[in-house]
Every structure is written in structure tokens, then in C-alpha cells.
């Protein structure tokens, strides 16, 4: 069966050690060599190949607020703060171990908390609830729509709403409206839906699950329907994660897939549902996979067996292999998420031992590690400008970390929205400044910068 688409280094060397109230622990980064040059990605690089992003009002916003927070000025260091005797940041009562109020919530609502006493917070624009956790989220690339991948086999497509008309509302969970569903497939697959992505162009989606399969489909964008699909039986383990990207080979859509079982990287043909190349290299589980803007045939994977190889489908075999945990300023953890920027110079990871770091592609060194997450990191993406870096955890918590300047220098973030329970992937908007997170208290939220 066809499917026709519609027309259309760095070393850690000290951690403050928490503070009641202090909800960050920044970590001071040495540097190998003075004299070494700074490594400013990726807004250096974008001003160095004439590609510079603009800056959005509400990425401009959060900017704005950004700066007046304390603990999260540009140009101060953790060290330099601590001297000073700052205190970085106010720590909600949930995450510092403190005893909550009780809170009054309505039937079959899981609470969904905003983090207090922060000089920035995002703030809950609809939500949707599952009887069981939400793996698997990613926006249509028209951004008009999210998808939804449940544990409980189900397949949701969503309206992404007027986030203008929602940002003044009450930060309260209570009065978080319910996400318009346009779409439901009940029986997606016979097991948990694990990933799911949409197409560059957004005219086909992908499902994976542990039940070994992957679901293919057309999907329509104006009628919100799904057209002609096809199961592919390529896999046999849970499938982890996939992505497609638009070859230049064959000029036709390609899917890649991985995960567990012989934890080999599956490449389908979109057009004939046919596996066109097996890509072997990982020793255990594939838990994440990415591709970027400028990265014509190349993806890259991550991996239960601690590494992160570089791809490229005129080749069988990596690229490229980084190996963090044989670097002495990072201790070997799995690695379960990955990005790189849009320009190909930088990559970011999230392990389970709770960091994350940074590893400059060209120089083909690590940068720096960081910790800004209690618990295992699931989640890292950039923002659409790639000026800041969001990070989700099974510590309940989304964090964004300011990327712009030196990214050898101490790196500030916050906590911007919590969950009640393991935060298990976040996406951003591929046009506003909002990110969707989904997570085990049964939830997915979509969040904004309130206008006020």
C-alpha cells in the first residue's frame, strides 16, 4: 500500500548546596585554558553565517523578565553571586520538601502546580486528562494542532488554542480549561504509545509502541483526518522514539525508528512502507533520536549504552561516536534525550543521572555539564530561536536555561511549571513562546508566558 500525501573543560567543581527556599543550585564551571576561545552558540554562530533568528514578542517577553529575576542576570556567576551573598532564586514549598496547602481540587482534575515565588513563570493555557500517563506529545508543524500518545493506547489531536485570549488568566489549576479534542483513536496500538511525530511537512504521522509496531499515516490538515496507513512490523522491541526527515538521496520522506529489542535503526520509505536500510552500532535501547534544520541526511541517535552517534543515510555506519562518560567532566550515565542546534554546532543531552550537557560539535569537545534537575532528565530541546533550552525530569519539574553568550561560562536556569508527578516529554510551539509537557499524573499542559 502506498501512502499518497495530501498536496501541499568543562568540569563541575562546585554545587551550592541547597538552601531552604533556594530552588536552583548553580554550578560553577572552570575553564582547561584562559586563553582558550569562548564558545558563543548559538547566537554567534548565527550572526557569523548571516542567519539570525528574530526574536519574538513573547520570546522577547521572557527575555524582559528574565533579567529582572534575581538570580538570573546576564554576567553574574554562581561563585560571584554566592560572594555577593544573592540569593539566587525562591524555591515553591512543593519542590523544597516544605509541607503544601492543602488545595481544593474539582473531581477527575490531577493538580498541575505553578511554581510560586519565581521572578518568571509560565502558566497553564489548557490541559488534557488521560486515565493513565501521557508519554508522547509533538505540534503540526502549521503549529494548529498538538498530538497526544497515551499509555492507555490512545491517539489524541488536539486544537492548539488562541493563546492570546488565555494568557491573562488566573494561574490557579482550577480554571485551566480543558483541550479541545479534534481527533481520537482509542485503539492506536495494542500497547502504550510510546513517540509519534509529525512529517516536515505535516502531511504524514508516525506512532510507535511496545507492542513492536509503528503506525503510518496520512494526515490532512485542513479536515483535521486521518487518511490511508499502513502498520510496519520492522522492530522487535518497544519502539523508543522516531523522526522523519526529507532526503535528498531519493527525494522522498524517510522514517527513521529505533529502540529496544536488537536496538538497530529501522529506515522506512514513506511512499512504499518498505524498510530500506538497517542501521546497527548501539548496544542497548535507542531511547532518542533528532534531526535538525541544516542536517540535510544526517540525525543523530542516543542510548541506554551511554552514547549519542551521528548519522548519515549514505553511510551504514555512524559518523560519529560521543562517548560522555569517557570524558573526565562527565560521569557515564545513559543518555536519554538529545538536541542540536539549528545550525549544527551545538549539542545538548539529558541523562539519567539528572545533567545535562553541552558538546561542541566542531571542536568535538565537551563544553560543560550542568545539573539543573533533581531527578532523571527526559527531555532537551531548543526554543525556535534557540536562545534558551528546555529541560523536562522525573523530578516533576520543566526548566529553561539561558543559552545566550558563553557557553563555557555558568549557566543560569530556573524551574518555569511543575507537574504532580514524572515529567515525561516537553515540546515547544514550532511558532510561539509556549512548550507542551506530558507527564505520569495522567496529564498533558500546554503552557504560555502570561501578557501581564
Known amino acids: 500500500m502506498q501512502i499518497k500525501k495530501e498536496p501541499q573543560k568543562m568540569m563541575a567543581t562546585e554545587i551550592f548546596k541547597a538552601l531552604p527556599f533556594c530552588v536552583i543550585n548553580f554550578r560553577a564551571v572552570e575553564r582547561k585554558n584562559e586563553n582558550e576561545d569562548e564558545i558563543v552558540v548559538p547566537r554567534a554562530v548565527a550572526a557569523a553565517t548571516g542567519h539570525v533568528h528574530p526574536v519574538q514578542s513573547q520570546e522577547r517577553l521572557f527575555q524582559q523578565r528574565v ?14 553571586m554566592a560572594n555577593q551573598g544573592m540569593v539566587p532564586m525562591m524555591r515553591p514549598q512543593s519542590i ?16 498541575v502546580s505553578v511554581p510560586s515565588g519565581m521572578g518568571v513563570q509560565f502558566v497553564p493555557v489548557c490541559r488534557y486528562e488521560d486515565s493513565q500517563a501521557i508519554r508522547a506529545t509533538a505540534f503540526h508543524p502549521s503549529g494548529r494542532y498538538f498530538a497526544l500518545g497515551t499509555n492507555s493506547k490512545q491517539l489524541h489531536i488536539c486544537l492548539y488554542p488562541d493563546i492570546k485570549k488565555t494568557q491573562n488568566r488566573p494561574t490557579s489549576h482550577e480554571s485551566t480549561r480543558n483541550a479541545e479534542v479534534a481527533l481520537t483513536r482509542p485503539k492506536q496500538h495494542r500497547g502504550s504509545v510510546y513517540c509519534l511525530s509529525f512529517n516536515p511537512n505535516g502531511d504524514l504521522l508516525a506512532t510507535g509502541s511496545n507492542d513492536k509496531t509503528i503506525r503510518l499515516m496520512a494526515f490532512n490538515e485542513d479536515a483535521c483526518r486521518i ?66 534544520g541544516q542536517a540535510g541526511n544526517q540525525f543523530v541517535s542516543c542510548s541506554q549504552d551511554k552514547t549519542i552517534r551521528f548519522w548519515d543515510l549514505r ?55 550542568f545539573r539543573p534537575h533533581g531527578d532523571e532528565v527526559r527531555t532537551v530541546r531548543f526554543s525556535n530561536a534557540a536562545y534558551y533550552l528546555l529541560t523536562a525530569s522525573y523530578d516533576k519539574r520543566v526548566v529553561i536555561t539561558d ?30 513562546f509556549s512548550f507542551l509537557s506530558t507527564s505520569a499524573d495522567r496529564s498533558a499542559v500546554l503552557w504560555s508566558l502570561p501578557n501581564r
Open 227 to 292: 487518511g490511508a496507513e499502513m502498520e510496519l512490523t520492522c522492530h522487535d522491541g518497544t519502539v523508543r522514539d522516531l523522526i522523519f526527515i526529507e532526503s535528498s538521496i531519493n527525494r522522498s520522506t524517510i522514517l527513521i525508528s529505533g529502540g529496544a529489542g536488537n536496538c538497530h535503526l529501522n529506515v522506512t520509505d514513506c511512499n512504499t512502507g518498505q524498510s530500506i536500510q538497517s542501521m546497527k552500532g548501539h548496544s542497548a535501547p535507542i531511547l532518542g533520536l533528532y534531526t535538525w
Open 96 to 111: 523544597a520538601g516544605l509541607p503544601q496547602q492543602p488545595q481544593t481540587v474539582q473531581p477527575m482534575q490531577r493538580p
Open 315 to 369: 553511510q551504514q555506519t555512524a559518523t560519529n561516536v560521543i562517548s560522555p562518560g569517557h570524558n573526565k567532566s562527565h560521569n557515564a550515565s545513559p543518555v536519554t534525550s538529545v538536541c542540536v542546534d539549528p545550525n549544527g554546532k551545538l549539542l545538548v543531552s539529558g541523562h539519567e543521572d539528572a545533567s545535562v550537557a553541552l558538546f561542541d560539535i566542531t571542536g568535538n569537545r565537551v563544553l560543560q555539564t
Open 403 to 432: 543559552m545566550r553568550g558563553d557557553l563555557m561560562a555558568p549557566l543560569m536556569y530556573l524551574p518555569v511549571a511543575e507537574h504532580s508527578d514524572k515529567v515525561v516529554q516537553c515540546r515547544w510551539h514550532p511558532h510561539d
Open 67 to 80: 533579567a529582572a529575576a534575581p538570580g538570573f542576570q546576564n554576567g553574574i556567576g554562581a561563585q560571584q
